[in-house]
């Protein structure tokens, strides 16, 4: 009778729509750090395996990351430590994939037993002193870590399992997916026979079923809506871009989106260095999180971005289970996910605590679409399909972010003594206009403020010709793989320039010859000097006309003689564009300045 007790309370909870935390009627000191961590509802898989866990039962978790387990069973397991006469024993241990993990597991207890004098919870895990661990382990009743950690302070005797009432698995999947099958097994048969255990997974393959078919006996399953939980808030979209680009499209999603946090996920380590170095190279803040670092650097590098010193952080899979920060704005796959769980894994490191987030996914070909479709379709939600953002679409993006901040400040409070500045410039015979535009330069530095081409945009003037062009040249080309999009990209970050004003793009072996206006190459040559181009510094220089040489006139492919057409050093341009048909307004303000 009291087993089929146990049973009806669990269906009921089960069955039950989303109470406050009050219904699970928690100790007043436990109710208390709730409060004070800010918890309002318990989450599904909380109120489901709650009751589960309270009632003895072994039970097996179905849930992602991010929806709440380690309360799920630190609860359950703080309640069941009080109840115990004589707490001097280890009665808790929680094995987890990760280093990053264990902390955060561990701390989250911390938290939770704010109140509870008697619960003394320990991490454990590799990479750490082992003299330290082990001070702490001798009054410890709760013990979070790693297979590998555990059983090494088994061996030395340094952790005994032998008053273990409760066993918990989180994360088991992956936990087997790094080769801990064995230590988990191991570590589970040095355990009283009679210990409830609990196991939280996402998937279950068929080593899992395996290992609750030895350790559980007639486990209740807990299941939370995870693809609900995790995706209904974030905007998902993917971008497909020929093979080889990869790189280019990340930075420009970066450029135009400009996150205060990002999540890179790549599938190797050995690309999650080099997309993070490239990045950097080019500007954006950016560090590689992977297995292969050490536990410090892993600390220094996820502090870094927790706190966000660092934008964004450039991760694996498995590096990334630790990640535990509630404000990343976009998640982007540089890679694309290798099964279903791996993408909601990823994904749902952005839109947390009820806030949106947005992911992106790059592309590379038709294959890749498909996969990245086929994973969607079978999780049920919906993805749209964006561009590439233009050299023009991100400087226009930080046109309108800066406009934006401009009028912000405008509508505030503007402090008397600024005005007292703008009065005094004023006397001394500077016009207000010139004021104005003096304090938007000193703030925005190279990042121009173009605001007749946003006005041009907003009334959809028309466009006005461009006829007189020259040529510069860039010490850059197809030995670097450059394309015409970053030296557009380049000369519209950092030049008065839109992309619609450049003219001829010829790209050789050693240098690239640009056609800009003639009016304006004395602000280009000055805005690219120390310019970046795939990452890499460029010298710019007017371009000389000379009579081409033999193997330059064979390797030309454009018609007419004379100068328009004269060939730079190297074999023949991969790629040419024309795009001289753009908007003029702002090289006419290059005019007047020039004279």
């Known amino acids: 009778m009291k087993e089929f007790e146990k049973d009806k309370e669990i269906e009921k909870i089960n069955n039950e729509n989303e109470h406050g935390f009050d219904e699970l009627m928690l100790s007043d000191k436990l109710m208390r750090a709730v409060d004070e ?116 302070h088994m061996r030395r005797r340094t952790l005994k399992l032998d008053h273990v009432k409760l066993a918990v698995l989180d994360e088991a999947d992956e936990m087997l997916s790094m080769g801990f099958k064995e230590d988990m097994e191991n570590i589970l048969r040095d355990t009283p026979a009679d210990r409830q255990t609990v196991l939280f997974s996402a998937t279950m393959p068929d080593a899992i079923m395996s290992i609750t078919n030895e350790f559980q006996r007639d486990p209740v399953v807990v299941q939370a809506d995870n693809k609900k939980l995790t995706l209904d808030n974030i905007r998902q979209t993917y971008v497909d871009v020929p093979m080889g680009r990869k790189l280019d499209a990340l930075k420009l999603l970066l450029y135009y989106f400009e996150p205060s946090l990002a999540i890179v996920f790549c599938n190797t380590k050995k690309m999650s260095e080099e997309a993070a170095s490239s990045l950097s190279k080019a500007g954006i803040n950016a560090e590689a999180l992977h297995g292969d670092l050490k536990q410090s650097q892993r600390n220094t590098v996820m502090d870094k971005f927790r706190y966000g010193s660092t934008s964004v952080l450039v991760a694996t899979d498995v590096a990334a289970r630790g990640i535990d920060v509630d404000d990343v704005e976009f998640v982007i796959n540089y890679d694309i996910p290798q099964n279903n769980e791996y993408y909601v894994h990823r994904i749902g490191r952005t839109g947390r605590v009820g806030k949106e987030g947005n992911s992106i996914t790059i592309c590379s070909g038709r294959r890749q679409v498909l996969e990245l479709l086929n994973i969607v379709r079978d999780l049920k939600c919906s993805i749209s399909q964006i561009e590439v953002p233009t050299g023009d679409d991100i400087n226009y993006n930080i046109a309108e972010r800066n406009l934006s901040s401009v009028e912000e400040v405008i509508s505030g409070k503007i402090s008397d003594r600024y005005r007292d500045m703008v009065n005094m410039l004023l006397s001394e015979g500077y016009s207000l206009f010139d004021i104005a535009a003096a304090a938007l330069q000193m703030n925005f530095s190279e990042k121009e403020i173009r605001v007749n081409d946003i006005k041009a945009e907003r009334k959809q003037n028309g466009k006005n010709g461009i006829t007189d062009y020259s040529k510069i040249m860039l010490n850059i080309g197809r030995a670097s793989r450059v394309a015409p999009n970053h030296i557009v990209a380049s000369l519209t970050e950092k030049s008065i320039l839109n992309g619609s004003d450049i003219g001829k793009i010829e790209i050789y072996d050693d240098c690239s010859v640009v056609a800009v206006p003639s009016i304006a190459v004395e602000d280009v040559l000055d805005k690219m000097y120390g310019a970046k181009v795939c990452g890499r510094p460029v010298k710019v220089s007017l371009y000389e006309e000379r009579r081409p040489a033999k193997s330059d006139r064979r390797s030309s492919h454009s018609g007419g003689r004379g100068s328009k057409n004269t060939r730079a050093k190297g074999n023949s341009p991969r790629k040419v564009t024309d795009k001289r048909s753009g908007s003029g307004k702002n090289l006419r303000r290059a005019a007047k300045r020039h004279g």
């Not at 619960?119 to 330290?132: H, S």
């Open 37 to 152: 961590l800010g918890f309002v509802s318990p989450t599904v898989i909380q109120r489901k395996a709650i009751p589960a866990v309270r009632s003895g039962r072994d039970v097996i978790g179905r849930s992602q990351t991010g929806t709440g387990k380690t309360m799920a069973f630190a609860i359950p397991a703080v309640e069941m430590i009080n109840s115990l006469e004589d707490k001097s024993h280890v009665a808790v241990i929680i094995m987890l994939p990760t280093r990053e993990l264990a902390i955060q597991c561990c701390g989250e207890i911390r938290k939770l037993t704010k109140y509870c004098e008697s619960i003394r919870p320990v991490e454990v895990y590799g990479g750490a002193p082992m003299d330290k661990q082990i001070a702490r382990l001798k009054r410890a009743n709760i013990v979070v870590g790693t297979p590998g950690r555990i059983m090494d």
